[in-house]
């Protein structure tokens, strides 16, 4: 059985830190490309950023770029996206992915990051 389950998110204020957590099973995460996809309200799904797990090469989108860190945890099948200086655009839910090319073969059921002072 396949199972991604995000946690970590909250509320934060604008500049603030969050650590974002997505346990990963029923499937190979060490040779996997992991994604953060997110849907702030009223919007469509943004890719936000991607590790390879097997080669460790990572993605952002620019708009994320210096202020996100992806990284994994392979021993443990655990993706992590730590966030700092949080902006209120960041307000979305986050939701981990596994795939490539836009192909998502798997999906957590999203955690909500809200940016408000």
């Known amino acids: 059985e396949v199972q991604l389950v995000e946690s970590g998110g909250g509320l934060v204020q604008p500049g603030g830190s969050l650590r974002l957590s997505c346990a990963a099973s029923?499937?190979?995460?060490?040779?996997?490309?992991m994604n953060w996809v997110r849907q702030a309200p009223g919007k469509g799904l943004e890719w936000v950023s991607n590790?390879?797990?097997?080669?460790?090469?990572?993605y952002y989108a620019d708009s994320v770029k210096s202020r996100f860190t992806v990284s994994t945890d392979n021993a443990k099948n655990t993706l992590y996206l730590q966030m700092n200086s949080l902006k209120p655009e960041d307000t979305a839910v986050y939701y981990c992915?596994?795939?490539?090319?836009?192909?998502?073969?798997?999906w957590g059921q999203g955690t909500q990051v809200t940016v408000s002072s």
């Open positions: 992915a596994a795939g490539r090319g836009g192909q998502y073969n798997y």
């Open positions: 029923g499937f190979t995460f060490s040779s996997s490309v």
């Open positions: 590790i390879y797990t097997y080669k460790n090469n990572t």
